[in-house]
């Protein structure tokens, strides 16, 4: 099973625990600004958390458990909820990818 992880640049970062393994990251622009990194992960282990940790000095982390992700049961799934996540008509949005750890 796969889900997509958010991070947003100077705001927050998730970072995946034990049993999560990335897959595949692409950056988000809009109109020509990064807004955010998007990446795909594997969950092998149901119990999983992803940890969102807060920018800054004072920044708290959050725990989370996958149950409140969306799953996918392909890679090719994920990418295209990606796709249509980031798709508003004529709006000047890409996603391009920057890091692969899997073939």
């Not at 995946?16 to 897959?23: E, F, K, M, W």
């Amino acid at each position: 099973m796969y889900i997509i992880l958010t991070s947003k640049s100077d705001e927050y970062d998730a970072r995946p625990d034990n049993g999560i393994s990335p897959v595949e990251t692409y950056a988000y622009y809009f109109y020509g600004k990064k807004k955010a990194d998007f990446t795909i992960a594997e969950v092998a282990a149901d119990g999983s958390r992803v940890s969102i940790v807060e920018c800054g000095d004072n920044g708290q982390t959050n725990s989370v458990p996958i149950k409140f992700f969306e799953k996918f049961a392909t890679v090719e799934e994920a990418r295209q909820e990606l796709k249509q996540l980031v798709t508003f008509g004529t709006i000047d949005t890409r996603l391009e990818k920057v890091a692969a750890t899997t073939s």
